[in-house]
């Protein structure tokens, strides 16, 4: 049987992993397959410690990798964008199929990197990109083809999962939970891309762009991280009812997309705002089929190898009848729609969404303060929900603040800012507010 050759560029986690489940489950694969898949070449820039890849040949040079006439399919496992960029349209010129993890990169540059696969009758495959080892990018672009999707939201970032779940369950610090995803594999290479928002904005502009058939649109995001929750803000929420999590969230109505990634309240009788430690899950809601919940782990070397590991042998299994001159159409998309139907549909600023707001506010205790805040909210229009008024700000930087939780209903995020402008310019108030969205899932 001659053997499909697979080239790893990139031996980190991902690599290594996906180097790891392609030789365990070797047997397994080519009962599926009817074909043997065969690691012949890796690029990296040394061995670590514990690496065996047995007699791989070995290079240094991913672009070797890229141009060797007996690789097949090649895996970009290296991470960041510009010189990932460059080897994937290397690759592509050289005729070579393409799987990566890399969301930075499908964000920035897919609409190109599809162009070029489009014009060389490959395939560039990127599974592993959103949600670790959940087959979220199949879900969305094959099986739900038949639905209008409404909206999607999802815990998208492995790393911020599992640090709020540690700051919310076992009160630990923000750093020492970080470190630790660290240790464990789970975070970026610059982890402030997991705990700013910036690895979900990426996963969220390609889950938005299959789902709603546009191009990819990074800049587009409205991107919040996770640095500014307390263990303050966990526990409130708690008492109200809630857990805070960090979300991507989009949803296409009559006025456009809403695309947004941000900490949001969600309550906890929600089935996502059970989902702790670095598991994922994405709620795909379609007018067909109603609402999907997709769970599983989103990060780590397995279940990312899981994935990787699994367009490979998609490839494999399109490989010899993928012809994308025929009539200008792929089979199937990159994008999920065909790219001459893919629309620029209008993306919501931020300032037009409508929400309820969960609002921290550490004001001083004396008389009146409350009477003022709610006059404020009152003249902007915005509808109190639940109050709470807690002791003295625990962090014991402001010995003097109370602080007071309110929740609103909805009321568009514009009006919301010019109210916290407002309050924020009471006397009483001692500190910018903190604000958190709420999500309604239905
Ligand atoms: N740093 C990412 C996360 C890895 O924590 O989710 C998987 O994309």
Known sequence: MQPINIGICGLGTVGYGSYGVLKSNQEEISRRLGKLLCVSHIATLSLKDGQDIGDVKITDDAMVVARDPEVNILLEL??????????????????????????????????????????????????????????????????????????????????????????????????????????????????????????????????????FGTPLQLEKVYTEGISQITPEDLEYADELGYRIKHLGISSLSEQGIDLRVHPTLIAKQELIAKVDGVMNAVLVHGDAVGSTLYYGAGAGAEPTASAVVADVIDIVRRMGCIDNSKEGQEQIPALAFQHEALRDTRILPIEEIVCAYYLRISVQDKVGVIADITEILGDNGISIDAMIQKDPDKSGKDHEAIPVIIMTHEIQEAVMNKAITELEGLDAVTAGIIRIRVAELG
């Not at 890399?102 to 599809?114: D, P, R, V």
């Not at 630990?172 to 979900?200: H, M, N, S």
């Open 78 to 211: 290296i991470g960041g964008t510009e010189f990932a960029y460059q080897l994937v349209l290397e690759a592509i010129a050289h005729g070579k199929h393409v799987v990566t993890a890399n969301k930075a990169l499908i964000a920035t540059y897919g609409n190109e990197i599809f162009k070029a696969a489009r014009d060389n009758n490959v395939i560039v495959a990127y599974e592993a990109a959103v949600a670790g080892g959940i087959p979220i990018i199949k879900v969305v672009r094959e099986g739900l083809a038949a639905n209008k999707i409404d909206w999607l939201a999802g815990i998208i970032n492995g790393t911020g999962n599992y640090i709020l779940t540690e700051m919310q369950s076992r009160s630990r610090p923000f750093v020492d939970v970080l470190k630790e995803a660290q240790d464990l594999g789970y975070a970026e290479a610059d982890p402030t891309y997991d705990v700013e928002g910036i690895d979900a904005a990426h996963k969220l502009t390609i889950l938005s762009a299959l789902a």
